[in-house]
């Protein structure tokens, strides 16, 4: 897309651009272009004239390039893959920040601005019940990390309708699992006169069907847009920090020092815990320079987890996990939501198995710091045929945190349902 040549007011005309390319390695290269040189155009150049003597840290398309660009303007100077940090460099002449604004914010700068704020949503207080004994597992299923379902139009708009109080019972009660196999049921009521929707404030609408598809699964869309996160400055900091594999295979994330949220299959099968789940194991990637004795991981910023009302569609989502195609890597990747539902984010994100618990990452606006924060708002779950007037479209997907989602979120890690009163 062509970029204005006019410059910003008060700032003298320059008939350059200058970007410096900067590995993690530390290896530097400078590249001059015109202001209406598009983002395509740029990102071609630079892949056909990569630096001599940097093959072994080449990408594999111009089309990564250009959603590394993109992604330097979401998260500032960030690592988005395995070899550099991208960041332009202007001169006191440079029409740098009139040709990004042109070139890579247009259907972004909403993002710049506090948001207008919808009534607040009365968050649900859960009042547990004493904890029933059940039957010792068995441990007997095995770990399905290529988790795919299909739905329809009633599965799509299941959850929009209003629900009392006596019919989440069975929808708020968990159990709790010990390392001697016993477990417990744990049911719930919610306090209070009021009816739940499955999601304040979701929009009821009829989902995009576009052409039909070849029911062929997939998980990788077009180009691979997932970037390996290396450096001790990105691996030791928020949100990649608060990333934790899973020993049965998975992905989780923090949502305190000492708790973590996954996908439900990567524990569970819907009738048996997987063999794995008796010994369950979480850890951390570890830079190799790391040092214990001037650093410690569980003081890591602690993600902030909440339900979002606004609507989703074309708004960025972010998240990474332990892909199973790249062992020993924490993957990280960013797309724009395609479809939601009350209780799924539908999105074309690049995942493979392993994926699977990442928590999703969206941006909301804090009121009280005034700015925007990444907060989760999901957890990635899997692959989902979505089936909609006899047309089939395939997404991957991720089960939102809906208010009533975040007040059991929030019991289970105070324990105590007083002290999710003002989380």
């Known amino acids: 897309m062509p970029v204005s040549s006019q410059p910003p007011e008060g700032r003298p005309m320059s008939e350059e651009v200058h970007?410096?390319?900067?590995?993690?390695?530390g290896k530097t290269q400078d590249f001059t272009?015109?202001?209406n040189d598009s983002a395509t155009d740029i990102a071609k150049h630079v892949f056909e004239n990569w630096p001599a003597g940097w093959e072994?840290?080449?990408v594999s398309s111009p089309s990564i390039?250009?959603?590394?660009?993109?992604?330097?303007?979401?998260?500032?100077?960030?690592?988005l893959g395995v070899f550099f940090l991208t960041t332009?460099?202007?001169?006191?002449?440079s029409v740098l920040t009139h040709l990004l604004l042109h070139l890579l914010l247009p259907h972004t700068l909403s993002f710049l601005q506090p948001p207008h704020h919808p009534p607040p949503?009365?968050?649900?207080?859960?009042?547990?019940?004493?904890?029933?004994?059940l039957i010792r597992s068995r441990f007997s299923a095995h770990t399905q990390l290529d988790l795919t379902t299909h739905c329809n139009s009633s599965c799509f708009h299941r959850g929009e309708q209003e629900v009392q109080k006596e019919e989440l019972t069975e929808k708020l009660a968990f159990e709790t699992l010990y390392s001697d196999g016993s477990r417990t049921l744990t049911t719930v009521d919610v306090e209070g006169d009021e009816e739940f929707e499955g999601d304040a404030g979701a929009p009821r609408r009829k989902p995009r069907v576009k052409s039909r598809h070849k029911r062929v699964r997939r998980q990788i869309y077009g180009a691979d847009g997932r970037f390996n996160i290396q450096g001790d400055n990105f691996l030791l900091d928020y949100p990649f920090s608060t990333a934790v594999r899973i020993s049965t295979g998975c992905t989780g994330v923090l949502v305190s020092q000492q708790h973590v949220l996954t996908a439900a299959h990567c524990v569970h099968d819907g009738k048996d815990y997987v063999k794995g789940a008796r010994r369950l194991r979480v850890g951390f990637l570890i830079p190799p320079s790391f040092n214990s004795t001037n650093a410690d991981l569980t003081s890591a910023k602690k993600p902030l987890v909440r339900w979002m009302r606004m609507t989703l569609p074309g708004k960025r989502i972010h998240f990474s996990g332990f892909d199973s195609d790249r062992s020993g890597e924490l993957v990280y990747r960013f797309c724009p939501v395609e479809e939601e539902s009350s209780d799924l984010i539908y999105q074309h994100c690049d995942a493979r198995p392993g994926a699977s618990g990442s928590g999703v990452y969206g941006r909301v606006w804090d009121n009280s710091l005034e700015r925007w924060e990444r907060k989760v708002i999901g957890i990635f779950s899997g692959h989902q045929w979505l089936e909609i007037d006899g047309e089939n479209r395939d997404y991957n997907?991720?089960?939102?945190?809906?208010p009533l989602?975040?007040?059991?979120?929030?019991?289970w890690v105070h324990g105590n349902r007083l002290d999710c009163v003002q989380d």
């Open 19 to 25: 970007l410096r390319l900067i590995l993690v390695s």
């Open 65 to 79: 390039l250009r959603l590394i660009f993109q992604g330097r303007f979401l998260h500032g100077n960030v690592t």
């Open 56 to 58: 072994e840290e080449r």
């Open 397 to 402: 997907v991720a089960v939102r945190i809906t």
């Open 88 to 93: 332009m460099m202007p001169r006191e002449s």
């Open 405 to 411: 989602k975040f007040a059991q979120i929030c019991y």
């Open 121 to 133: 949503v009365h968050i649900p207080t859960l009042v547990p019940h004493v904890p029933t004994p």
């Open 33 to 35: 272009f015109s202001p």
